[in-house]
Structures are given as C-alpha cells and as structure tokens.
C-alpha cells in the first residue's frame, strides 16, 4: 500500500510562485507514474501534470493546457514528485491532489484520473487577486 502525502499549499497572491510536493511512503513509486489533479468549489476534479515513463526508459511528462508555460513538474527522488506554479492566477485556486499507480510497470503519463491507484488527501491552493 502506498500513501500520499501532499505539502506546500497556502496563500499565494497572483502572480505569485508555489511548489507542491508529493511525498510517497510505504513502498517506492519509483517507477509509477504521477499524477497532480485538482478541484475548486462547485466543479469537478481536472488534470493539472503529470509525469511518466517513455518506452519504459525515461520521464515523460505531460501539463494541462491551463497550466502550460505556468507550470512545471519533476521527481525529486525515489519518492517525491513536485509541482512547481508560476504566475499564478486566482482560477488556479483549488484542493490539489497527488495521485499514483502501482508501479508495477513503467507506463505512460495519464491525464486519466482512473488510471492511478492512490491519492493524497488534497492540498488547499488559494491565489488571491
């Protein structure tokens, strides 16, 4: 089993730049693919990033048209994955979440939120105007 853990949110004014970190314990994701999606009041869940394996050999990593430009996202370690914002704006206020698959087989990046086996609780993302 793998838990998620989600840090990093807060109160950003727009503009502004935020990193959020995926932090995976109970056993590696080394090789799972990642996911960050995120739901603001009143919608549904939307993909934001998320990152990958190409062939089964490197990272791939694949960003929301919102966020294109604005957004970047990378693994830190065996176990960490980062989401990094910039210019932000107050529609990118939302509760972002971490996802991953097992990892049992290197696949691609999904934008797929069925695709992934695990889920962090959320963190809450406010971008003040």
């Known amino acids: 089993q793998v838990q998620l853990l989600e840090s990093g949110g807060g109160l950003v004014q727009a503009g502004g730049s935020l990193s959020l970190a995926c932090t995976a314990s109970?056993?590696?994701?080394?090789?799972?693919?990642m996911g960050w999606f995120r739901q603001a009041p009143g919608k549904e869940r939307e993909f934001v990033a998320t990152t990958g394996w190409s062939a089964g050999i490197t990272y791939k990593a694949d960003k929301a048209d919102s966020v294109q430009g604005r957004a970047s996202i990378f693994r830190n370690d065996a176990n960490t994955v980062t989401l990094r914002m910039n210019r932000l704006k107050p529609e990118d206020t939302a509760v972002y979440y971490c996802?991953?698959?097992?990892?049992?087989?290197?696949?691609?990046?999904?934008?797929?939120?069925?695709?992934?086996?695990?889920w962090g609780q959320g963190t809450q993302v406010t971008v003040s105007s």
């Open positions: 109970g056993r590696s994701v080394s090789s799972s693919t």
């Open positions: 996802a991953a698959d097992r990892g049992d087989t290197r696949r691609w990046p999904s934008r797929d939120p069925e695709f992934y086996d695990y």
